[in-house]
């Protein structure tokens, strides 16, 4: 099944609290093969899974800037970091460098990247569904099911092949 992205909210909100108590438990008892088993269902997913149908995570989160995501970025448009900031980006309340405004500013209209090749790390490693250690990662995950189909996907497949 593949969620639309209009009926995705819907979706996630209806499993939210299953999902959340899932994630406890797997916080509790976590399964030793469960990097693996994320792994490859991520593989699975994003083997039929074209980012650009979509591109929601562009449209409706800013990602984080790190200062090497600054730096590399600002060279790359031959910018001092200082005039990368002031032009994109914005402190959070977790004192953290993020975009002034979504949809990001380097989505083009179909839906490409502008920036791709120099991305920030939060956009390379979105929706975190492959990542080490993912049971610490799992307030994350609950959040990104909402935004990202594949993630939604991923988790529900999670949920059938690792029961608690």
Do not use: W
């Amino acid at each position: 099944m593949k969620p639309k992205i209009d009926e995705l909210g819907k979706l996630a909100k209806d499993t939210h609290i299953e999902t959340k108590k899932y994630f406890d438990k797997l916080k509790k008892k976590t399964p030793k093969n469960l990097d693996y088993v994320m792994q490859e269902l991520h593989d699975a997913e994003f083997k039929k899974t074209d980012c650009l149908e979509c591109a929601n995570c562009c449209k409706t989160t800013g990602p984080l800037f790190t200062s090497a995501d600054i730096e590399r970025i600002s060279k790359s448009f031959r910018q001092k970091p200082q005039q990368f900031i002031d032009q994109y980006l914005r402190i959070d309340e977790d004192n953290d460098y993020v975009l002034k405004s979504v949809p990001c500013a380097f989505l083009d209209s179909d839906n490409k990247c502008f920036i791709y090749d120099v991305r920030p790390k939060a956009c390379r490693e979105f929706p975190h569904t492959d990542r080490k250690k993912f049971n610490q990662i799992t307030d994350l995950t609950l959040l990104n099911v909402a935004i990202c189909p594949a993630a939604y996907n991923i988790v529900e497949k999670m949920k059938e092949k690792l029961p608690l």
